[in-house]
């Protein structure tokens, strides 16, 4: 199998384990009919879709990489850590994650709540009829009830006006830490990843610090091409893995067909001079 930078890899989107809308098997089918050519389902915290992705990558022929998305707490913000080519069964990973998972049941009533007080009623139950897994209620189900019921027009509405720091809805949560996450991944036998490096509100010193740290925990890799960034964000977080000689991912961050800016496989290649993190994956290769 090719694995250099050309491969058509998409190793981040959702699924209704998470907060996608597609179901794993969907996912697969879709990836597959795109032309993605290695795919990995990377749903929030959770890794109990990973069976099924497995197998029904398998029965269409499409080479897989274990993988989740792990919600980090990293100086007062959250950041996000995909695990990649990980050993599903690790009982530490898993342990973790349910751990990581765990306040989310309380915090949405609290966001409920917050809603209630600027005259939103009914939003918990209205957020859980979204929720494909109830450990996993997210943010996500709660823009699809506002929108749903006509309280925004659509979910890049809901972002701005609620949900977010200094908005009704939003309650502050603290996640996993830094090293948990990476040495959970790292453990498992998987390489972690930064996610969506462009999408934090980081200073360049912060943005060092962060990266800085996650290398010191064993992390290998961040994400360069996916659908959280611009054209010109592909060319400078190809700088950053460059410099700080970081395997380079590639990820849609596909979750649901009328929500998703970017499809499952569309985005560009990865920059030829880059090392891709599947190279460093083709044992774990499903
Ligand atoms: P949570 O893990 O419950 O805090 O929810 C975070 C999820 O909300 C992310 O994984 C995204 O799917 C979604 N999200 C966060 N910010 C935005 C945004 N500005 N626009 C659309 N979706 C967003
Ligand atoms: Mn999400
Ligand atoms: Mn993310
Ligand atoms: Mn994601």
Redesign the pocket.
Known sequence: MNLDTTLNADLHC?SVV??GTLTPEALAERAKAAGVELWSLTD??EIGGQQRAIDAARALGLPYLTGT?I?VTFAGR?V?IVGLGFDHTSVELAEGLRATRGG?GE?AREMAASLAAVGIHGAFEGALKYVGNPEL???????RFLVDAGHCAD??E???RF??EGKPGFVP?RWATLRDAVGWITRAGGIAVIAHPGRYDFTPTEEYALITEFIAHGGRGIEVVTGSHTVAEFQSYAETATEFGLLASRGS?F?CPE?SRVDLGSLPPLAARLEPVWAALADRIH
């Open positions: 959702h998470s907060d929030h915290d998305e919600s959250v996000h989310r915090r209620i997210s943010r996500t189900h709660f823009a979910v890049p809901v972002f701005r949900l977010t949560h961050d979750h929500e």
